[in-house]
């Protein structure tokens, strides 16, 4: 690996500066936004990946189909900067960032408009190129003080300082929770927050597979840096800055596209197992399932039916149904409508060696091929072999959408949850179609999950004209977010699992997915005892996606009458949710017109309290509550932190004021999750109808929390 050629400068002007660089290439740097500039190298026989499906800069605006030339300025308000030239260093100013610019070694270096520092590339070389494997690497200087988020689906403490983390999506069942890397999405995006206290994001525009080194590797010659290295794709940057940590993911996600809004019952509660529709009776376990909560009073918005519909033993045929296990799908999904209960359906995108459609969709090319012939690449997936869909043909997305339409949108199933989309194939010779320009899957794997997800999304817009989509996504790359919800994956049941996936749902906020959650009690592993099952519910029953969702070996399932010593306590925490249902709308409407996290640490809101970066369990829902979830075993006490910034902080449920900037010792009873309302706030919720809560309950009440005398309780 080589430092990119000398550069020359080539043009400037107020819109930005391009360079030319020996040996062939030219290296650009573009104001988009005022807080928003790009960077990009274009080496001399042209960008590798000459199109983009992730930048969508224009509201209400998707990319095309095709995607987007990667020199398209469409949607940028360009702005016009102040360029200065002084001593061989080149400057852009606009009212938010600054820019300087050395040609000669290349060096970039960005402030905020007070001069503060955001970020500086190496010094010693920043731009690397290797000719052997055709990476691409850039090195930024590191203090040891920066703070780093992002990256999706990342597992441990929210700061990333000090690893090296990888963005190639996997099928990472049973995944350490605080150390597993990679996990399924990938997503090349990252926050920083400088020692002075400013806000920058750095978003690498590939799909190639990134390796992000984050202050693990060390050089002597080099002092203190960080890196990325891009897996034989483009260097394309953009560069991301914000007096907080808001701003910058703001920006980010309008950048991305925007975040779709999903119908209010997707909001509920949701149960699946795949225990329940693997079984040979399936059909009557379901109806059993709907007759008991239904008895137990326990609100549940939609069901969530896993592959086990489409099974015969253990092998999956996507679009098809086992007519010996369900005998009469239709009066089943009937059923659940009439119980309350919307249905999304899991679909897979590899058709096995003898489904019955497979000889179909290979003759029109629709699977991921070998290069430079027609052959389907054959791969190992669920106790067979078969061949991946290509999302980037026509024929295969046509085909999808008619499948999707005709075995399961009319057989009464509301919405398509996109699963085992990480299209791990690592064949060197695969490719894909590209719609007519064809592509290397190895610069194309995680595009498959982002268009499996749109196919999917507009198959169902059709279906229902009018009617809000929802849709959910396992894998997937930026973008993903204007069609799905996602979750933390195929987890595993234990106390650290519970511990450390809260981060990894609230680094997925922080990454711009905020409609995110976790398989509620874990999916793989033993059944939860009853005390972990109760602070799952309870940990989960709060965030954005509440799922309760199981593969267990014994064969029992995670159901809210799991364990009946703990039902009621389970069942609280389900009707917490619905209780607080209007205040979570309110901040999905939020996350969609203003491109706030519905979840996100307490620095997010407080990030002038240094007392809030420590590692922690507790987050925020919206701006008004503290959530503080229990994850020690026997504990029914617990030690939580109230930001400053508020007057005062209230116990939500007895209304006793608390000091804020301070730690409390605060009960905690398997019976409660520990939640606080800050001083000012104002929740809207529901009561429900009868002791039971649906997803559409009005409100019926404004909680305000107001402050007043020390020791008071000031609610109205």
């Known amino acids: 690996m080589q430092k990119l050629g000398t550069a020359r400068l080539a043009s400037a002007d107020e819109h930005g500066i391009a360079l030319a660089l020996d040996g062939g290439g030219s290296f650009s740097v573009q104001v988009l936004e005022h807080a928003l500039f790009r960077v990009r190298y274009r080496p001399a026989g042209g960008y590798r990946e000459p199109r983009t499906w992730a930048i969508a800069p224009q509201p209400g605006q998707d990319v095309a189909w095709e995607g987007r030339a990667r020199d398209d300025l469409a949607g ?31 060096l970039l270096a960005w402030n905020d408009a007070q001069g503060a520092a955001l970020l500086r590339d190496r010094a010693t070389s920043a731009y690397c190129a290797s000719q052997r494997t055709g990476a691409l690497r850039h090195y930024l200087q590191r203090d040891g003080a920066e703070r780093y988020y992002g990256l999706g689906d990342k597992t441990g403490p929210l700061d990333l300082h000090g690893r090296r983390l990888r963005t190639l999506a996997l099928d990472a069942l049973g995944y350490d929770p605080q150390h597993g890397d990679p996990l399924y999405k990938h997503w090349p995006f990252v926050l920083t927050r400088s020692p002075g206290g400013q806000w920058s994001g750095i978003y690498y525009d590939t799909l190639s597979a990134c390796t992000f080194d984050l202050g693990q590797e060390h050089d002597n010659y080099h002092g203190l840096f960080r890196y990325v290295d891009i897996d034989d794709g483009d260097l394309d940057y953009y560069l991301i800055g914000g007096a907080t940590p808001g701003e910058v993911i703001a920006q980010f996600v309008r950048l991305i596209g925007g975040t779709h809004l999903p119908p209010r019952w997707s909001l509920g509660y949701a149960q699946t197992a795949m225990g329940l529709a693997d079984a040979p009776d399936a059909q009557r376990q379901l109806e059993a399932f709907i007759a008991r909560i239904e008895g137990e009073s326990i609100p549940c918005s939609s069901f969530h039916y896993g592959s086990g519909y489409s099974s015969r033993g253990k092998r999956r045929y996507v679009f098809t149904w086992n007519g010996a296990k369900f005998p009469d799908p239709k009066a089943l999904n009937a059923r659940f409508q009439a119980a309350g209960m919307r249905l999304v359906a899991n679909v897979k995108p590899c058709l096995l060696d003898d489904h019955p459609d497979y000889a179909t969709v290979r003759t029109q090319g629709g699977f991921i091929h070998h290069g430079g012939g027609a052959d389907p690449v054959v791969d190992q997936f669920w106790d067979g072999v078969g061949s991946y869909l ?92 204007r069609y799905a919800q996602t979750w933390s994956g195929d987890n595993t049941t234990s106390w650290e699992t519970l511990r450390w996936n809260i981060r990894t749902g609230l680094q997925m906020s922080l990454s711009g997915m905020f409609n995110v959650g976790h398989d509620v009690g874990g999916f793989a592993g033993p059944s939860p005892g009853p005390e972990l099952f109760v602070r799952w519910v309870q940990a989960c029953c709060l965030n954005p996606r509440m799922v309760m969702n199981s593969w267990k070996a014994d064969g029992s399932n995670n159901v809210p009458w799991l364990h009946p010593q703990v039902a009621n306590e389970v069942a609280a925490a389900i009707r917490l949710r619905y209780t607080l249902l209007p205040y979570l709308w309110q901040l999905f409407e939020r996350a969609h017109l203003r491109h706030e996290p519905i979840i996100r640490p307490t620095f997010y809101d407080f990030p002038d309290d240094v007392n809030c970066f420590g590692d922690c369990d507790d987050f925020m829902l919206g701006d008004a509550l503290l959530v503080a979830p229990v994850v020690q075993q026997g504990a029914t006490q617990r030690t939580v932190y109230l930001p400053c910034g508020p007057t005062a902080w209230f116990d939500f449920y007895s209304g006793n004021r608390l000091l804020a900037g301070q730690s409390h010792r605060v009960e905690a009873p398997l ?35 107001r402050d007043g005398p020390v020791g008071g309780s000031q609610q109205a």
């Open 76 to 106: 940028f308000s360009c702005p016009a900067a102040a360029l200065r030239e002084r001593a061989g260093l080149l400057t852009l100013r606009t009212d938010a960032m600054c820019l300087t610019l050395q040609p000669d070694p290349l």
């Open 390 to 481: 290509d999302f980037t043909h026509p024929a295969a997305v046509a085909w999808w959408q008619q499948s999707l339409r005709t075995q399961v949108l009319d057989f009464g199933i509301d919405a398509a949850w996109n699963d085992n989309n990480e299209y791990a194939i690592m064949n060197d010779a695969a490719a894909c179609d590209g719609f007519g320009q064809p592509l290397a899957m190895h610069r194309a794997r995680p595009l498959h999950a982002l268009l499996m997800a749109r196919a999917s999304f507009e198959a169902q817009a059709a279906q229902r004209p009018g009617e809000p989509v929802f849709g959910v996504t396992r894998g997937g790359s930026p973008g993903l977010q």
């Open 671 to 705: 019976s409660q999750l520990p939640l606080f309302a800050r001083a000012g706030a104002s929740i809207a919720m529901a009561s429900g109808v009868a002791g039971r809560h649906r997803h559409d309950d009005p409100v019926n009440e404004i909680r305000e929390f």
